[in-house]
């Protein structure tokens, strides 16, 4: 592996016109009430959280995809193409879940023509280790939390607003990550020094 890549955990999510139900206060006596067209449209979202391997400083980088329906395998090559660019060449080790898309023989050859990025598996049943799933859980508990939008196009808006608010905070992005208790960048033990 190279050490001087980028660490990127990537996962899919999905949202629709449903609204995501959460607890909210309102004044005693005046319960809220959450009206919305009982609608199945959903839509799919593919976040890419990197951290750098060797360079804390360069903070963290979020990359973003939103597209009606659900993702399958060519839908995942075009969320990769869209991080190459996010990514301009440096090297990259993709860190993402068992799902089928991701280890097809179609992804498989696609990613062996590729020289800039190498893909891990996360282990089977561990999402806890992926920090995009508190990136999804912080956009549903916020922006997206009772949302009745009327259309799709209400929910990608939303949806976008909760990305630049991450994006704008550069503490968020590391929060995650702390909380899935890996760490990118080891300490050095106290009898070792860097340069050794």
């Not at 319960?31 to 067209?37: K, S």
């Not at 979020?62 to 193409?81: N, Q, R, W």
């Not at 050859?109 to 995009?132: F, G, H, K, S």
Request: charged fraction near 20%.
């Amino acid at each position: 592996m190279n050490t001087r890549a980028w660490i990127v955990f990537l996962d899919e999510s999905g949202v629709s016109l449903l609204p995501q139900i959460r607890r909210t206060y309102a004044p005693r006596g005046r319960t809220p009430l959450l009206r919305h067209r009982l609608n199945w449209k959903r839509a799919s979202m593919a976040g890419a959280l990197g951290y750098h391997s060797t360079d804390p400083d360069r903070g963290a980088r979020l990359c973003f995809h939103l597209k009606p329906g659900s993702y399958d395998t060519a839908g995942l090559i075009e969320v990769l193409e869209q991080m190459k660019v996010c990514y301009r060449g440096e090297r990259v080790v993709l860190v993402w879940d068992g799902l089928s898309a991701h280890w097809s023989r179609a992804m498989r050859a696609w990613v062996a023509e590729q020289d800039w990025i190498t893909l891990e598996r996360l282990p089977a049943y561990a999402p806890e280790l992926n920090p995009v799933e508190l990136l999804w859980s912080s956009l549903k508990k916020r922006e997206l939390a009772n949302l009745a939008g009327d259309h799709l196009a209400d929910v990608a808006d939303t949806t976008e607003q909760g990305i630049h608010r991450i994006n704008h905070n550069p503490q968020l992005p590391w929060s995650f990550l702390t909380h899935t208790g890996l760490t990118i960048h080891p300490t050095h033990p106290p009898n070792l020094r860097k340069d050794q």
